[in-house]
């Protein structure tokens, strides 16, 4: 199957520039495993990269869920100049943080997609198809305080971190929130 007829099998959920947001699919196993599976891309996640296929699979069920509860939720991304290869994942997810109903901003490459804008561009290109879908919602994302290119990146979306220090209790990443 050619890479364009692969990709036309997927949902596309918005095209940005050099980029297309995809659904997630069960097909997609091994991008989320080579994605969160891998130590470097996953140095500041308090679970850790994942150790098995299990794990990933578990983790695709839900993008698939939340996108079947929800109708928003996190997407593949891929270059438009090769769609059948998934580079890192960006989107929204709606969930419950200290009793309000938010978006968790999502974005994880695999490194040889990194420095290259793609994060921020998919997320600019989620966050414009969403949010007018969504518009009280707002936009938080959970950093840890050391992941420097998360936070900078962050930052450059509008997001700031929250001005009293408050941190999420599981996990006591920075909540950031889109200003
Ligand atoms: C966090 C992460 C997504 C950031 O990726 P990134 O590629 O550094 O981020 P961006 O997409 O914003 O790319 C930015 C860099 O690309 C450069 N760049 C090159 N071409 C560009 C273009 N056309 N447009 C915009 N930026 C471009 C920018 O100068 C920028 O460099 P700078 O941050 O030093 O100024 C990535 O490090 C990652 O996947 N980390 C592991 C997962 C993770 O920690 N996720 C966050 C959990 S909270």
Redesign the pocket.
Known sequence: MTATEQQSRRTVVTVSERLVLTRPQEDDLEAVFAIHGDPE?NR?NPHGPHRDRAQSREMLAGFVADWERDGVGYCAVSTRAEPAEII?FTGLYLHTLDGERVFNLY???RPS?????????ASRAAMAEALPRFPDVPVT????AD?L??R??AE?LGLVPDPDGRTDPQEGRLIHRKA
């Open positions: 891309t500041y890192g974005y994880r490459y997609a990194w420095g290259l804008g793609y994060a921020a561009e994302a959970l950093i840890h992941n290119p998360s900078r990146l450059r």
